[in-house]
C-alpha cells in the first residue's frame, strides 16, 4: 500500500550580506506556498537559510559573528513562517545557527529542526560532522571556519515518528559520511532530509565542478539505496557577494534514483511525491538487516577514528 509524503526542495539562491533576516524569511514563505500550491505538505529548506554563509569570512570580534545566530526559534524574524505553514498545514526543516544557553554556559550549533504540520517543532538537530578549520588559512581563496564558529552537535542522529513515517535530519557535509545515514536507517527511517552550502571551489585542492557536483550525487544516491530510504537534498545555490555554492538539489528514491533536481542557481521549488513504503522492498531483501549485517565484523567503525595501516616490514 503507497503511504506518500508529498514533499518539496526549496532551494534557495544566494544571501548576501547586506539582504536582511526578514527578506529572507519572505522568500522561504514564498516557496512555502508555492509548495502548497502544488500540493506538498513538506517542504526541505537549507543549512543556514537565514543568512550569507559566513563561515567563509574571518572574524574576531565574537559580536561580529553572533549576529548571524537566533537566539530563539522561532524569533521574531522567523515567526511569519511557522505561522504561515501551520495555517497551510505544511511541516518544514530548516537549517540555521543556534546560539544556546545550555549547561550554565552558551553554545554554538549549526542546527536544524523538523516542524510538523501544525507548527510545532518535533526534532532538533546538530551539525556531527564539522568541516574546515579553525585558524586563519592566509593562502586560501576564502575560508571555512564552521569548526571555528560552531561546537559538534551533541544530539546523535535521532529520527522522529511525524508526517505519516519515520524522519531523519542531518547537514550538509554528513551526507557524505555513510555512518550518517545507517545509524538513522537502524532506527527505521523511511526519509533522511538535509540542506547544504557547498562552495563551487575545494580551497585545498583543485578539482572540476562537474566532479564535485558527481560526489554530491554519489553519496545521497549511495545513501538512499543503501538504507532503502527516501534522500532530499537542498541547497544553498549562486553567488553570495562573488562567493559561489553550487545548487543540484534533488530528491533521490530508495532505489538511488534521482526523481527530481533542481536547474537554476536560485529561488526554486522542486517536487515529489514520495511513497514511504517504497523502500519496503529493499529493507526487506538486499539490505535485510536482521538477516545479513555482520555486526561482531564491524567494530572498528566505532572503536577507531583515524587510519592505522598494518607496520611496514
Ligand atoms: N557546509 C558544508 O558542510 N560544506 C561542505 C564543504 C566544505 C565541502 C560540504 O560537504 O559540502
Given amino acids: 500500500m503507497p503511504r506518500y509524503l508529498k514533499t518539496a526542495a526549496a532551494q534557495l539562491g544566494p544571501i548576501h550580506l547586506a539582504d536582511s533576516r526578514a527578506s529572507v524569511v519572505a522568500r522561504l514563505i514564498d516557496m512555502l506556498r508555492d509548495a502548497h500550491a502544488s500540493g506538498c505538505r513538506f517542504v526541505v529548506f ?22 548571524f545566530f ?3 526559534m522561532p524569533g521574531p524574524d522567523t515567526r511569519p513562517l511557522f505561522d504561515e505553514a501551520k495555517r497551510l498545514g505544511v511541516g518544514f526543516y530548516l537549517g540555521y545557527a543556534e546560539l544556546a544557553e545550555e549547561d550554565g554556559g552558551t553554545h554554538r550549533y549549526n542546527t536544524s529542526i523538523l516542524v510538523d504540520q501544525d507548527g510545532g517543532i518535533v526534532g532538533k538537530y546538530r551539525k556531527v560532522h564539522l568541516p574546515g578549520h579553525v585558524d586563519h ?10 569548526k571555528r564558529y560552531f561546537e559538534v552537535g551533541n544530539l546523535g542522529f535521532p529520527v522522529w515518528r511525524t508526517m505519516g513515517g519515520v524522519l531523519g535530519m542531518c547537514i ?3 551526507r557524505r559520511w555513510p555512518e550518517t545515514f545507517r545509524v538513522m536507517a537502524l532506527q527505521g527511517a523511511e526519509m533522511v532530509v538535509l540542506g547544504y ?4 571551489t575545494n580551497i585545498y585542492h583543485d578539482e572540476p ?3 564535485r557536483m558527481f560526489h554530491h550525487r554519489l553519496s545521497m544516491q549511495a545513501a538512499a539505496y543503501q538504507n532503502g530510504m527516501w534522500v532530499v537534498g537542498t ?12 545548487g543540484g538539489s534533488c530528491i533521490v528514491a530508495p532505489t538511488g534514483e534521482i526523481v527530481a533536481q533542481a536547474l537554476t542557481e536560485d529561488d526554486e521549488v522542486i517536487v515529489f511525491d514520495c511513497d514511504l ?10 539490505f535485510n538487516f536482521d538477516k545479513h549485517r555482520r555486526i561482531e565484523a564491524y567494530g572498528l567503525i566505532t572503536e577507531r577514528t583515524g587510519v592505522i595501516p598494518p607496520p611496514t616490514r
Fill in 172 to 174: 550538509c557535509n554528513d
Fill in 209 to 211: 565542478l562537474h566532479l
Fill in 46 to 67: 537549507t543549512e543556514l537559510a537565514l543568512t550569507t554563509f559566513f563561515p567563509r569570512y574571518w572574524m574576531e570580534d565574537q559580536a561580529e559573528v553572533d549576529r
Fill in 235 to 246: 541547497a544553498k545555490a549562486g553567488k553570495e557577494d562573488g562567493h559561489g555554492l553550487y
Fill in 277 to 286: 513504503d517504497l523502500g519496503d522492498y529493499i529493507r526487506r531483501t538486499v
Fill in 197 to 200: 552550502n557547498t562552495p563551487t
Fill in 137 to 146: 588559512l592566509p593562502e586560501a581563496p576564502f575560508q571555512h571556519l564552521e
Fill in 70 to 72: 537566533e537566539a530563539s
